[in-house]
Structure formats: structure tokens, C-alpha cells
């Protein structure tokens, strides 16, 4: 396995703060609507964000036996777009794709679905690293769980502060400096 425990930590911490942006505009939303936004959202969110991840890591695991001379620049390459893509869609924010008023399960699991994406290419970035199951996606639950309550409540505490996406924009640099340090340490040997 090229990549370490630290590094996989990082990236799956990084992969889960995406909920926290998203979670704190919908909190600040239901606040001023005055709708009670349930705390089965970080457990959706959480289920959803790990099913992801494992599916990315599967697919990752199987394409890594036929990338066998390509397999540090192809998984480097597929985690780097994915900081990169973070960091662009904090600068390119349109609160409309963020604030979402969260009423029933179809929208919970919509938002879910929509938010996973870069979980699931993640997930294959470390799958073709050899990225184990375990780890990444304990890790991924229990942050998209914390994020998501620490979003919700931040959200209905302060109302809704555009500034808050740069929370997604520091998670897509330091996904993006991990693999830059991958790629330094990996040209130096």
C-alpha cells in the first residue's frame, strides 16, 4: 500500500467536511423558515457518504489489477482531481445549489446522492492505492456524522454566512497537498 494511515485519515476527513458546509446552510435555512430539521440527516448523510466510499474502493481495488505499471500516477492523478474539483466548486458557489430545504427522506437522500460523488472517486483513487475497507470508512461515517451535527447546529446558531464554503475550499487544498507530498517523496526515492 503506498498510501500511509495518516494520509488515508486526512483525505477521509477532508472527503467528510463537504457535509459541513452543506449541513450548516440547510440548518440556517430551516431556522428561518422555522422548520424543525431532524438529526436523521447526519445519519443518512453518513450511510450514504461510507456506501460510496466502499463502492469507489471496490471499483479501485478491481481496476488496480490492470493498471499494474500505472497504478501511483492513476490513483495520485484520481484523488488530486478530486481536491482540485472541491476547490473549484467552493469558488464557483452558488447558494442555490447549497442551501436546500431538507422536508422528507426523497430530498435527504438526494442531497446525499449529489454530495457522494467525490466520495466515490475518492474511493477509487484509494482502491487502486490498495486502500483497505475498514479504515477509511469508519473514519468517513463517524466525520460526515460530527460535521453534519456541527453543521446543522452552527447553521441555526449564526444563519447563513457565504463565507462558510471555504470550509470546502481548505478541504480540497489539503486533499490536494497530500498527494502533492505522495508525489514529491515518490520522485525523491
Excluded at 471496490?58 to 497504478?71: M, P
Aim: aromatic share 14%; proline share 2%.
Amino acid at each position: 500500500m503506498v498510501l500511509s494511515q495518516s494520509e488515508i485519515a486526512v483525505i477521509s476527513l477532508a472527503l467528510a467536511a463537504d457535509c459541513f458546509v452543506t449541513t450548516w446552510f440547510s440548518g440556517a435555512l430551516h431556522k428561518k423558515l422555522g422548520i424543525r430539521l431532524d438529526f436523521k440527516l447526519p445519519v443518512i448523510l453518513s450511510s450514504g457518504r461510507v456506501m460510496f466510499l466502499v463502492i469507489g474502493i471496490v471499483a479501485g481495488q478491481f481496476l488496480s489489477s490492470f493498471l499494474t505499471d500505472y497504478i501511483f500516477m492513476t490513483g495520485l492523478s484520481v484523488i488530486s482531481i478530486v481536491g482540485i474539483k472541491l476547490g473549484v466548486e467552493s469558488l464557483r458557489f452558488y447558494p442555490e445549489e447549497k442551501v436546500i430545504l431538507i422536508d422528507n427522506y426523497k430530498t435527504a437522500f438526494l442531497i446525499t446522492m449529489a454530495g457522494s460523488f467525490n466520495t466515490l472517486i475518492a474511493g477509487t483513487g484509494l482502491g487502486i492505492f490498495g486502500s483497505g475497507l475498514t479504515m477509511p470508512s469508519l473514519i468517513t461515517f463517524f466525520a460526515v456524522a460530527c460535521f453534519s451535527i456541527a453543521g446543522i447546529l452552527a447553521g441555526k446558531a449564526y444563519g447563513y454566512k457565504p463565507s462558510i464554503r471555504f470550509f470546502a475550499l481548505f478541504s480540497g487544498i489539503l486533499i490536494f497537498l497530500v498527494m502533492l507530498r505522495l508525489f514529491i517523496f515518490h520522485m525523491v526515492k
